[in-house]
């Protein structure tokens, strides 16, 4: 072996030295070092090499280019969707449910009747149907109630008072927490009444009789 061919593969293993120890060979005189792309993200082996050439010479030493694995990438409008739809239902999950008080048929509304002020809206069905609380609320009145014969008062979680009359029978007591949709009646035909229906009001906080229509209606629970 001649001196200079086996300086250059001294200079080779020394460079294979340098590579199972995880650092690059020095690179001096007029060698020209060539870089070739290593991948260590998959699969820790490079894909590349890197020669140093040595004009005139073929390339004799190895130095692998280790590029920093790529961490996971992050969709921002899938992220953005997701923030969105959790607030939606944060805000829904605050709205109070409200349901209508009982099936049946409007035969009046709120507003003038006869000579006088409707308060009210009648809903006809016949005796011993459901009659529901429209949201949760408690029971302020259940019992004997001029004009009406029987009724049923409940005060909502807003000060709003809902008023169930001309009822059969009631089925909860004065206290008692109701949720929404919980049955607390039947429809009856007592009081001043020309047929079987229930006479729903609606009171807000402050004393002013709303129409429940309207009030139903705002909130999803109307009457088509």
Do not use: C
């Not at 969707?81 to 449910?97: F, G, M, T």
Request: aromatic share 4%; no cysteine; hydrophobic share 40%.
């Amino acid at each position: 072996m001649s001196g200079r061919r086996g300086r250059r593969t001294l200079s080779a293993l020394a460079g294979g030295a340098t590579l199972a120890a995880g650092l690059s060979p020095t690179v001096q005189d007029d060698r020209t070092v060539v870089h070739v792309a290593y991948d260590a993200v998959t699969t820790g082996h490079s894909t590349g090499l890197s020669a140093i050439r040595i004009p005139g010479e073929p390339a004799v030493l190895i130095q692998p280019v280790v590029l920093a694995p790529a961490g996971p990438t992050v969709d921002g409008s899938a992220l953005a969707k997701a923030a969105q739809l959790a607030e939606r239902r944060a805000v829904e999950s605050r709205i109070p449910r409200t349901v209508r008080p009982v099936a049946g048929i409007i035969t009046s509304n709120f507003g003038a009747r006869w000579g006088t002020t409707h308060y009210g809206l009648d809903i006809a069905n016949s005796v011993g149907t459901p009659i529901r609380s429209v949201a949760d609320g408690v029971v302020i009145d259940a019992g004997p109630a001029s004009g009406f014969g029987l009724w049923v008062r409940v005060r909502l979680e807003d000060g709003t008072t809902t008023v169930y009359g001309h009822i059969n029978r009631y089925l909860v007591r004065t206290g008692q927490r109701v949720r929404a949709g919980q049955v607390i009646a039947e429809v009856g035909n007592r009081g001043i009444s020309t047929g079987p229906h229930l006479h729903f009001e609606v009171i807000d906080a402050r004393g002013n009789r709303l129409d429940p229509l309207a009030w139903l209606n705002a909130r999803g629970a109307g009457y088509a």
